[in-house]
């Protein structure tokens, strides 16, 4: 295993506060339970080992049901998730994946069918900010405790 590479809060504390405003924007838009889904899985798919262990014990601690957090490596064939939920988690794929082609005019209207606009873009800031911080965990090589 590999040795984290620095701390951020202290080299650069100020990166810190900035992030943290917008995690409660997104919590002020989008409910707790959806936010938790998508954190775990744009940390998934970024390989963020520290965010995915965070993302799913507190999950699991607001009570998720751990099939549901298990089923997101395989979200688009599972039964676990509400019309709306899928929505979501396919924005959070074309986002986190973002590619030239951007996020498609399919996946993009079946989440405005969904959520109301002030909720999009309470998505968009969610799923912007995870993958800021799967940046800095993995960039960074963060690792999750291991005495819990």
């Known amino acids: 295993m590999d040795e984290q590479r620095m701390d951020l809060r202290e080299v650069a504390p100020d990166a810190i506060p900035p992030l943290l405003k917008l995690e ?3 919590h002020g838009a989008v409910e707790a339970r959806l936010l938790d889904l998508i954190k775990l899985r744009a940390s998934m798919l970024n390989g963020c080992t520290f965010c995915v262990d965070m993302h799913s014990r507190d999950a ?3 009570g998720e ?3 549901r957090l298990f089923g997101l490596a395989a979200w688009s064939e ?3 998730y509400t019309e709306s939920e899928r929505a979501a988690l396919a924005l959070t794929d074309a986002v986190t994946r973002i590619g030239d082609a951007g996020v498609s005019d399919e996946v993009w209207r079946d989440v405005t069918k969904h959520f109301t606009d002030e909720q999009v873009a309470g998505l968009l800031v969610a799923i912007a900010t995870i ?3 799967n940046r800095f965990g993995v960039g960074l090589r ?4 291991t005495d819990t």
């Open 65 to 67: 049901d751990p099939r």
């Open 78 to 80: 599972s039964p676990f």
């Open 60 to 62: 699991q601690a607001a």
């Open 131 to 133: 993958n800021v911080w």
């Open 142 to 145: 963060l690792q999750p405790p």
């Open 24 to 26: 409660k924007l997104a």
